[in-house]
């Protein structure tokens, strides 16, 4: 299946700043997707990230708060904006790999102090 | 959009004893259905994955999972756990016209020794 590098894979943030999380693909991919996973729970899409186009966010998340760029086919950005602590969570991004279905990353466990 | 229930929050078995996990479904039309691991401190795994076939899916490890149809269910199945086996289950479901993955809350799985 396709190897996902995310970076970084844990920071603590103070809250009022942002943080950016890239995404690292080792093969072209049409779509990649940011997920969230908070203590305790399950995952929840944020948006997804088209090569030349604007990413398609989920309710719930906005383009000001959870800014996404996409510049070529293998990688991608996420940033969380203007942090406070209940943005403090795991963030994954994963592409659809074949038959493997989706493919995910580390993730990059965020704190916000 | 589709929905996932996973109905188990905390399932505690003992070694050799046979593990269920439910997992059911909301969407009316065709699905692709998954069943991904996360060992502590790890990232999301594939388990096994279901397109089309026999509804009766084997995967990794030991795990099999059953599509049945008119019950919308994909349920996890393995006759006899490890205690390697503790980690979080996560049943996804993709409709065939998304491109995005659904997941439920997870159930979390500890095996005693």
């Known amino acids: 299946s396709a190897v996902i590098s995310q970076k970084p894979s844990r920071d603590i943030c103070q809250r009022g700043t942002s943080l950016t999380i890239q995404c690292q693909v080792d093969?072209?991919?049409?779509?990649m997707f940011w997920y969230r996973q908070q203590p305790g729970q399950s995952l929840t899409l944020i948006a997804t990230?088209?090569?030349?186009?604007?990413?398609?966010?989920e309710s719930g998340f906005v383009i000001d708060k959870f800014p996404i760029s996409r510049p070529n086919l293998t990688f991608s950005t996420l940033t969380v904006s203007n942090m406070s602590p209940e943005d403090s969570s795991i963030y994954l991004c994963?592409?659809?790999?074949?038959?493997?279905?989706?493919?995910f990353g580390s993730g990059t466990r965020l704190t916000v102090v | 959009a589709q929905s996932v229930s996973q109905h188990n929050h905390h399932v505690i078995l003992s070694e050799a004893a046979s593990l269920e996990l439910g997992c059911n479904y909301s969407?009316?039309?065709?699905?692709?259905l998954f069943w991904y691991v996360q060992y502590p401190g790890q990232h999301l795994q594939l388990l096994l994955k279901?397109?089309?076939?026999?509804?009766l899916v084997k995967g990794i490890k030991g795990f099999e999972a059953e599509f049945i149809k008119s019950k919308f269910s994909f349920n996890l199945r393995k006759p006899s756990v490890q205690w390697s086996d503790t980690a979080e289950y996560f049943c996804?479901?993709?409709?065939?016209?998304?491109?995005?993955?659904?997941f439920g809350a997870g159930t979390r799985l500890t095996v005693k020794p």
């Open positions: 969407y009316g039309g065709t699905v692709n």
């Open positions: 279901y397109f089309s076939g026999d509804p």
């Open positions: 990230a088209n090569q030349g186009s604007e990413a398609t966010y």
């Open positions: 994963s592409v659809i790999w074949g038959d493997y279905g989706y493919t």
């Open positions: 093969s072209q991919v049409t779509m």
């Open positions: 996804a479901v993709n409709a065939n016209n998304n491109n995005d993955m659904r």
